[in-house]
């Protein structure tokens, strides 16, 4: 059943966003008088299609789920060649360059369109995330000597408003990636702010596609560990530990937070542990010997603790929802293209090429989190697609875009034997990046 929720997700993820990019293509084609041949879901043999519309344009889903096109009347190919002189006029090379360059363009274009609306229809729904209110950084840690303070909560970072740990996160992989510094205005619990800046040369050892955070010294505000719920039959109800229970110490040691409970539990496999907790105003000693999980390695005491991170939700009136949206599809769009070209240049590894199978993956994880995950989920591989169909790879709308772009500067199309190398050129490349992807998949999940 999990193997069929994930395909369900990834197909519902992933469909319609290649409907909508070929219905972009298909739209500026008609409102630029090009007719439409054909509007294939998928690419290969076609297993099914009807014809519609005044052009009775054939709309078909085809046998390979990849993709998708949208065929023109074309005079370079003998099959979409016009039959009679009465269409060459609405023949697609025909058309000025403008406006191949507007039909070639509006199937990214429909992609970016679409996250936009949907992360502006999140931005006005409102979605609870963890605050930006942050632990006590480790000793020695960036942040720790920048002077970041525990239960503080970031507003901002290099001027830009930070309303989530999300966003937080984002804010310092985008300091990451550009190598500068990071100046964070924070509130302090007891009232007031203060300024911290992680200088520029703390951040240019991290890697963005590593844990940027975790490399900082930056870590969520946890509750105190108080106990919500005592699993049957486990180490902590064997011990006495009881709902409403709040964690003092721990072998003489206090216990900051929730997380740091959890941390000496795992770490006391098969170990007697003296715990202080505070119970009815007055403190209790209890021992307690978690249970070794074989599995992991760890010990576990089978109790669940309270609600362990401040939540915040984040939420937007339409206009500002909407500038929102379309500020995240452009950081997102712009930091896709800095990871491309230092995977080009050698400073980030092709390891971070994925391909179906990861996707898939992320398509159910996702999915079981939640609507609005999966939804800001499918605007992120929106913006992937919109990303890598501009890439300047022949076959593709980049490589297109690329060849109008060369004709708008030399006043001439370019030459159909530079035309076909360039094409067989880009097939090669494009199968070389799908393999790849491929690969990298396998190995992640092997």
Request: charged content about 20%; proline content about 5%.
């Amino acid at each position: 059943m999990g193997m069929i929720y994930t395909v369900l997700a990834f197909v519902l993820a992933l469909g319609p966003l290649i409907v909508l990019h070929e219905l972009g293509h298909y739209a500026v084609a008609r409102m630029c008088n090009v007719k439409v041949l054909r509007f294939s879901v998928g690419m290969g043999r076609v297993v099914w299609s009807r014809r519609f519309g005044p052009d009775q344009t054939e709309w078909a889903i085809s046998l390979l789920p990849l993709g998708g096109y949208v065929k023109m009347l074309d005079s370079r190919d003998p099959e979409t060649a016009p039959k009679d002189e009465s269409e060459l006029h609405r023949e697609f090379t025909r058309q000025n360059v403008w406006r191949r360059i507007a039909i070639v363009a509006a199937g990214p274009l429909a992609n970016f369109l679409v996250a936009i609306v949907l992360m502006a229809a999140l931005f006005m729904h409102g979605v609870e995330e963890p605050s930006a209110r942050l632990r006590a950084a480790p000793h020695g840690t960036a942040a720790q000597l920048a002077g970041v303070r525990g239960g503080d909560t970031v507003v901002t970072v290099n001027g830009n408003p930070v309303a989530s740990w999300s966003e937080l996160r984002w804010q310092l992989v985008h300091a990451t990636v550009d190598k500068g510094d990071a100046r964070l205005e924070l509130r302090a619990q007891g009232g007031g702010s203060y300024h911290a800046v992680i200088p520029a040369a703390s951040i240019a050892r991290l890697d963005a596609e590593g844990d940027v955070m975790k490399a900082l010294g930056l870590d969520l505000w946890r509750a105190r560990a108080r106990i919500e719920k005592v699993m049957p039959g486990g180490a902590g109800e064997r011990a006495g530990l009881q709902p409403g229970d709040l964690i003092v110490r721990a072998d003489g040691k206090p216990v900051v937070d929730g997380l740091a409970f959890t941390d000496m539990m795992r770490a006391s496999a098969s170990r007697t542990v003296a715990l202080e907790v505070e119970r009815g105003g007055r403190i209790v000693p209890v021992t307690v010997t978690p249970e070794l999980d074989k599995a992991s390695g760890r010990g576990v005491a089978k109790v669940l603790l309270s609600q362990p991170v401040e939540m915040t939700t984040v939420s937007s009136g339409p206009v500002d929802a909407v500038i929102k949206g379309a500020l995240r599809t452009w950081e997102t769009s712009a930091m896709t293209l800095k990871m491309i070209g230092r995977m080009i240049t050698g400073e980030a590894s092709w390891k971070n090429v994925t391909g179906p199978i990861t996707i898939a993956d992320y398509a159910g994880q996702t999915a079981r989190v939640g609507l609005a995950t999966y939804l800001q989920f499918i605007a992120f591989i929106s913006i992937s697609l919109g990303v890598m169909n501009l890439l300047p790879i022949p076959v593709l709308d980049g490589g297109h875009l690329l060849y109008y772009s060369l004709e708008v500067l030399t006043g001439r199309p370019l030459p159909a034997r530079v035309g076909e190398f360039a094409q067989r050129f880009g097939v090669g490349l494009l199968f070389m990046l799908m393999a790849l992807a491929v690969f990298n998949d396998l190995v992640r999940l092997l």
